[in-house]
């Protein structure tokens, strides 16, 4: 493993040498078309199961005690300089500075940590720190596996205030304010019906060994979103890297778990720090699927929204009304997008209202 004290200050060649032992297999993304479609049918054959059936972790009861004071964590972003990653990032601090101070809030301070390894044009608008990308080539396409060496680098040089921090994503924006949903080393996580380590077992123990224990104690879950005590973190971290790059290069594991696999990663690297999640399915919303919000806090917008103007789902087929984050790869999304037909889910009114509220308010919008 690589220590964390010298990730900070490791050279491209010490990188390269950490997958020294592996072959190298040929590896081709999936395009997020591909990705989209994937998605759908994973969807499709869960609804009746998966989506309704994630397994809950409750807290365990000796750390259900009344909490006399505010435990405030720090929100941490990934991001590149891509437009399709800016203006997502732009909306998700905008609803973070709305929801900061509310009451019931717990959110720090935040960081956009920006893996392109240069300064962009966001800088002055969103508080960021400019991290090293992996060398060239050794994400083989797969820009995910940039995320892990992100947080290792921000941890090892940042200066963070708070004892726990929140692991977020562009396409994030927070609807509640959201409290400190974990309690000492007991982070708190949501569960992806997707991620099923005990359905891959054999694939699973070829990084969790059966002598750590058994394989439910991988939680189905990815890094995000999570909040988490910063010590675990940092510990959990090098290990995140290493296990994904690992993943990576192993051809059964990277074909079996495509484009989630650092989210395996991370649930295997979580586990062999003895480190179990407690799962909150009101975490966050995914609309379509989600149809109200009720007390959730997050929604993440990472399924396309495709409607018939009658207000009936056409999910795997463009609708006659659309919302798709991937309908906008080169640029933002335009002010004022229309509101989908009547008949639609609350969950999808609101995500565009939300869109459109945030776009009126961020200045020279179409100029990122």
Known sequence: MIGRKNMGRASPVLLVLLVLGFFFA?????????????????????????????????????????KNSKSPFHVALTATDAPYSKWQCRIMYHWYKKNKDLPGSEMGGFTRILHSGNPDNLMDEIPTMVVDPLPAGLDRGYIVLNRPWAFVQWLEKATIEEEYILMAEPDHIFINPLPNLAHGGYPAGFPFFYIKPSQNEKIIRKFYPEENGPVTNVDPIGNSP???????????????????????????????????????????????????????????????????????????????????????????????????KRSYLRGPPPRNLPLPPPGVPKSVVTLVKMVNEATANIPNWDTQ
């Open 26 to 66: 040929t590896y081709n993304f999936l395009t997020t078309i591909i990705h989209y479609r994937s998605v759908g049918k994973w969807v499709g054959d869960n609804l009746n199961g998966g989506l309704l059936s994630d397994p809950i972790i409750g807290m365990p009861e000796n750390v259900k005690k009344f």
């Open 226 to 324: 999570v909040i988490i005590r910063k010590d675990l973190l940092e510990k959990i971290a090098p290990t995140w890297m290493n296990v994904s790059l690992r993943m990576k290069e192993d051809v059964e594991t990277d074909k079996a778990f495509g484009w989630v696999l650092e989210m395996y990663a991370y649930a295997v690297a979580s586990a062999l720090h003895g480190v179990q999640h407690v799962l909150r399915k009101d975490f966050m919303l995914q609309p379509p699927w989600d149809l109200e919000i009720g007390k959730k806090f997050i929604i993440h917008y990472t399924y396309g929204c495709d409607y018939n103007l009658k207000g009936e789902l056409t999910y795997g087929k463009i609708g006659e009304w659309r919302f798709d």
